[in-house]
């Protein structure tokens, strides 16, 4: 049964920074491309950025330069570092683990940025 637990969302001001943690379980970590969407209230889930089995990583244009995505296979744990946060990036943040497309969700984390 595969587990994804998220953590690190919470309530920073404009300009601050959070990293994002998912923890994965259930699963062979390392041959999964893992992924970090969004999604803000009335809108629909985006992707925000995705690290693959190989490592190679892509971004939302709206998140480059900003968010860097990363993962640790020892630890089944993805990353995402959020620097320069600014109100448009709230939302609630969900891990998500691909394989194939066969798609595995956490329970999301809620990021708020506001003053």
């Known amino acids: 049964q595969v587990q994804l637990v998220e953590s690190g969302g919470g309530l920073v001001q404009p300009g601050g920074s959070l990293r994002l943690s998912c923890v994965a379980s259930?699963?062979?970590?390392?041959?999964?491309?893992m992924s970090w969407y969004r999604q803000a209230p009335g809108k629909q889930r985006e992707l925000v950025a995705t690290?693959?089995?190989?490592?190679?990583?892509n971004y939302a244009d709206s998140v480059k330069g900003r968010f860097t995505i990363s993962r640790d296979n020892a630890k089944n744990t993805v990353y995402l570092q959020m620097n320069n946060l600014k109100p448009e990036d709230t939302a609630v943040y969900y891990c998500?683990?691909?394989?194939?497309?066969?798609?595995?969700w956490g329970q999301g984390t809620q990021v708020t940025v506001s003053s």
């Open positions: 690290i693959r089995k190989i490592g190679s990583t």
């Open positions: 259930g699963i062979i970590f390392s041959i999964y491309d």
């Open positions: 998500n683990a691909n394989l194939g497309g066969f798609n595995s």
